[in-house]
């Protein structure tokens, strides 16, 4: 495997991180940097130990969570998507905390990552070895998850309403796409 193979792999599995870590940019307005590192750390580290998982694991776990990973990302993912759809609309006071908390992040790290695992699985079946890819993989991912966080700021001039639909829009199409 090339160099811009891992590469491009990277970019995709770091794709959805990226995509949460937007629609957290988009609602988050306390201990932003905090939070924009927590995210991306989180969302690194799953995606750097997800391979190293699949590839120490190849074929006995990895074919029989197969089958539940996509139903795994899509509850995940459409809960939280739905809360903020909720959310939105609901007519109190908001005090803008969302889900950041270790449970919240873990479960969004894996729902993130769990195509990575798959990923190590490749990487066992080419012999190829992880520790290079997978590093390269949690790097790009952190980067990406950062940038996603941070890129959504200049939204924020949007009517908040609009940006946390927004944000539960992108969260409900990634659990579309984990069962399309």
Request: aromatic fraction near 16%; charge should be positive.
């Amino acid at each position: 495997m090339s160099l811009l193979e891992i590469v491009v792999l990277s970019i995709a599995l770091a794709l959805d991180a990226m995509l949460v870590s937007f629609s957290y940019g988009l609602m988050i307005t306390h201990r932003k940097l905090f939070n924009s590192l927590l995210l991306a750390l989180s969302f690194a580290f799953f995606q750097f130990l997800m391979p190293i998982i699949g590839y120490f694991a190849s074929g006995i776990f990895y074919s029989k969570l197969e089958m539940f990973s996509k139903w795994i990302v899509f509850t995940v993912f459409m809960v939280l998507g739905l809360k903020f759809l909720k959310e939105a609309f609901d007519k109190e006071e908001k005090t803008n905390i969302i889900c950041i908390s270790f449970l919240c992040l873990l479960g969004l790290s894996i729902a993130t990552s769990i195509d990575a695992l798959g990923a190590g699985v490749s990487f066992k079946f080419s012999s190829v070895e992880p520790l290079f890819p997978c590093l390269l993989i949690g790097i790009i991912t952190f980067v990406l998850s950062f940038f996603g966080f941070w890129s959504s700021y200049f939204l924020k001039k949007f009517p908040s309403k609009s940006i946390e639909i927004t944000g539960a829009l992108l969260l409900i199409y990634l659990a579309l796409k984990a069962i399309l």
